[in-house]
């Protein structure tokens, strides 16, 4: 039988912090580890406990939570932790700056909890929580975004055409099987592009991924 999937949850409402907990307990396969009211808690705790998941408030005191999220991922103590963002606030400037911090995932708090309770699982797993909403909202704040894009040659060189292709569409939100789709290539083909990505790209995800193509300026 595997371990089970521990959880920090990290929320300035106690309210709140009780409800999360009663949910995730009482499902198969999910534990919660500790529980922080402050951003600065959850680092702490995050570093301690150190969960396979964190539940991330956006808005507490001392330290937030995309700077809380920035510490922990950041650090090779908690390189292994995995973020996942609630806020009841659904701006571009928090999905921006969570999945730069290096959050996994982002979700809003009347998300179903079923919904969530799956979304802990996927991003437990190591995969990126990404919807194609969330990609829309993200290519639009980059849209705005007067700062230069990082050089291509110095940042993706090693990339190889093809993967540069797949990268672009990861960026605009397409699925695995979308992207098979729009280059006529195999789901496994994809795959291995993805993780080839991944890997030369040093990045954690396809959250992060979304983030390497948009910085550096790339479109498919």
Same mark, same amino acid.
């Given at each position: 039988?595997? %371990?089970?999937?521990?959880?920090?949850?990290?929320?300035? @409402?106690?309210? &709140?912090?009780?409800?999360?907990? *009663?949910?995730?307990?009482?499902?198969?396969?999910?534990?919660?580890?500790?529980?922080?009211?402050?951003?600065?808690?959850?680092?702490?705790?995050?570093?301690?406990? !150190?969960?396979?998941?964190? *539940?991330?408030?956006?808005?507490?005191?001392?330290?937030?939570?995309?700077?809380?999220?920035?510490?922990?991922?950041?650090?090779?103590?908690?390189?292994?932790?995995?973020? &996942?963002?609630?806020?009841?606030?659904?701006?571009?400037?928090?999905?921006?700056?969570?999945?730069?911090?290096?959050?996994?995932?982002?979700? &809003? =708090?009347?998300?179903?909890? =079923?919904?969530? &309770?799956?979304?802990?699982?996927?991003?437990?797993?190591?995969?990126?929580?990404?919807?194609?909403?969330?990609?829309?909202?993200?290519?639009?704040?980059?849209?705005?975004?007067?700062?230069?894009?990082?050089?291509?040659?110095?940042?993706?060189?090693?990339?190889?055409?093809? %993967?540069?292709?797949?990268?672009? *569409?990861?960026?605009?939100? *397409?699925?695995?099987?979308?992207?098979?789709? !729009?280059?006529?290539?195999?789901?496994?083909?994809?795959?291995?592009?993805?993780?080839?990505?991944?890997?030369?790209?040093?990045?954690?995800?396809?959250? @992060?991924?979304?983030?390497?193509?948009?910085?550096?300026?790339?479109?498919?």
């Amino acid at each position: 039988m595997s %371990e089970p999937v521990r959880v920090l949850i990290a929320d300035d @409402q106690a309210l &709140l912090r009780g409800s999360f907990r *009663l949910l995730v307990e009482t499902a198969p396969g999910l534990t919660v580890v500790g529980e922080a009211g402050t951003g600065a808690e959850a680092v702490d705790l995050a570093r301690g406990e !150190h969960p396979d998941v964190v *539940l991330m408030d956006v808005r507490m005191p001392e330290m937030d939570g995309i700077e809380a999220t920035r510490r922990i991922c950041g650090s090779p103590e908690t390189a292994g932790v995995r973020v &996942l963002i609630l806020t009841t606030f659904d701006l571009d400037a928090y999905v921006y700056g969570a999945l730069r911090a290096g959050a996994s995932g982002f979700l &809003l =708090k009347d998300t179903p909890p =079923k919904d969530l &309770l799956a979304a802990i699982e996927v991003v437990a797993a190591g995969e990126a929580l990404l919807a194609p909403s969330v990609t829309r909202r993200l290519i639009a704040e980059f849209a705005r975004r007067p700062e230069p894009a990082r050089p291509l040659s110095r940042v993706l060189d090693g990339v190889t055409e093809r %993967e540069r292709e797949v990268l672009g *569409l990861i960026a605009h939100g *397409l699925s695995n099987t979308e992207i098979a789709e !729009h280059l006529h290539l195999s789901m496994a083909t994809v795959k291995t592009h993805v993780g080839r990505l991944l890997t030369k790209l040093n990045a954690r995800d396809r959250a @992060q991924l979304v983030i390497v193509a948009y910085e550096t300026g790339l479109r498919s």
